[in-house]
């Protein structure tokens, strides 16, 4: 790969050649890939992504960890649509909001962008089966683009995963356990069967891989906002892949030339699961914590992407925020009804703090903030629908619903 120069080990900083298989530092340390932005900035500029006709998050190949010659595989992933939530910004008092909607994705959440990016790199290594624990999406996401991409999956997800992620796991043909424990219990199990069968691992963090699929969404942020660098980006935490993912998507462009400069991160967790913001706030080393929040997506006790989050957080200048499980069913309802986007619990957090620091007025009210939504509220229907109620009940009775509706 000419666009990189190697893995580099975020703990004692010992360097890796870039092999499509690698994963951690021999210190137990997580690897970031490390690029040639000179090279770089000869292979992409504003004019030739006006040019490039791909929609999907390959156009941004040029900044991403692929052999020149590498056919992506999976699904159809990226290309998300980015809404101007102005109802909301008018009710907060910010100036401008928009809302990037990554739960249009194909096996609908952000995570497509990472499984992509790892069936790509398995084929590349001529792999032919891959493995993964995750809390839903990664794993639903992964069974759905390595069904495309025609590998073999084993998956494993704590028991307490949502039935409409289930239901995609066992459509695309997952061997998928459903592990009686937490995740981090689900983890240790994939990585003892990772560890002894040899299977391609798509686990979060471990794969240095999987943060440089999902940068792709900040590039496409950026992109989409005419390369008008936004002052806040807001995004839900859990395993820290994530936010750290789109604070490299937005170093790339600052490196590249691209933008001039690097917005500050706003890192939500939900109060019963925070590690990674406590570490923040405390200036300590993250500790583990219970898993007691119903964003199941983020309920990651054992962060395996803390070291890369935390800088993230920290070299932006970020904000943390915790919010309740409250504040997060109220922010679902809340973006739903006011913008259009009815996203899953999870999905909705980063929302959910963006409200609270606004209504806090600790944020600048000439700011320009993106809030993104990464998965989509299908995806656990019954918590949904605890949510928002149950609709009026009627009989074929014109009277009685006039009553019901308080029109007569
Ligand atoms: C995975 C996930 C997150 C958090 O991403 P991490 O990399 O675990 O921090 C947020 N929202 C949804 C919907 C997710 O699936
Ligand atoms: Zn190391």
């Not at 499509?20 to 490390?34: A, F, M, S, Y």
């Not at 933008?259 to 925070?274: H, M, N, Y």
């Not at 309802?333 to 899953?344: I, M, P, Q, S, T």
Request: proline share 4%; with cysteine; charged share 25%.
């Amino acid at each position: 790969m000419k666009n990189v120069k190697c893995c580099k080990c975020v703990r004692c900083g010992k360097e890796y050649p870039a092999a499509p298989d690698i994963t951690t530092c021999e210190c137990g340390g997580i690897l970031d890939v490390i690029y040639d932005y000179e090279y770089i900035k000869t292979k992409i500029s504003k004019e030739s992504l006006a040019q490039c006709g791909d929609p999907t998050m390959w156009r941004y190949r040029a900044m991403l960890p692929i052999e020149e010659d590498t056919v992506p595989q999976g699904l159809r992933v990226g290309g998300s649509p980015i809404y101007e939530a102005d109802n909301i910004a008018r009710n907060l008092g910010i100036k401008k909001l928009y809302i990037k909607d990554d739960g249009i994705n194909p096996t609908s959440s952000l995570k497509d962008r990472a499984s992509a990016m790892a069936v790509t790199k398995a084929v590349e290594a001529g792999y032919r089966t891959i493995a993964c624990s995750s809390t839903g999406n990664a794993a639903s996401s992964l069974a759905g683009n390595a069904a495309k991409a025609g590998l073999k999956t084993y998956i494993f997800v704590p028991d307490r995963a949502p039935k409409g992620k289930i239901a995609q796991l066992m459509m695309f043909g997952a061997n998928l356990t459903a592990v009686r424990g937490t995740y981090e219990e689900t983890f240790e199990l994939s990585k003892k069967a990772i560890d002894k069968y040899g299977w391609y691992n798509r686990n979060a963090a471990i794969n240095p891989y999987l943060s440089e699929g999902k940068k792709t969404v900040a590039h496409e942020i950026l992109e989409q906002l005419d390369f008008e660098t936004p002052d806040y980006v807001a995004v839900s935490v859990g395993d820290g892949c994530t936010i750290a993912g789109v604070y490299k998507g937005l170093y790339d462009m600052y490196m590249a030339g691209l933008t001039d400069k690097i917005p500050r991160l706003i890192s939500v967790q939900a109060e019963g699961c925070c590690p990674i913001n406590t570490a923040v706030i405390t200036g300590e080393p993250w500790t583990p914590q219970e898993e007691n929040t119903y964003a199941d997506s983020i309920a990651v006790g054992v962060p395996r992407n803390a070291d890369k989050a935390i800088k993230a957080i920290i070299d932006s200048d970020g904000i943390c925020v915790n919010v309740s499980d409250d504040e997060i069913r109220a922010a679902q309802r809340y973006l739903a009804k006011n913008a259009g986007v009815f996203g899953e619990p999870a999905g909705v957090t980063a929302a959910a703090g963006l409200i609270k620091l606004s209504r806090e007025g600790k944020l600048d009210k000439d700011a320009t903030i993106v809030s993104i939504v990464t998965g989509n509220g299908l995806k656990d229907i019954e918590s949904a629908i605890q949510n928002c109620g149950a609709p009026v009940s009627c009989g074929n009775d014109l009277e009685e619903f006039e009553e019901k509706f308080g029109l007569a």
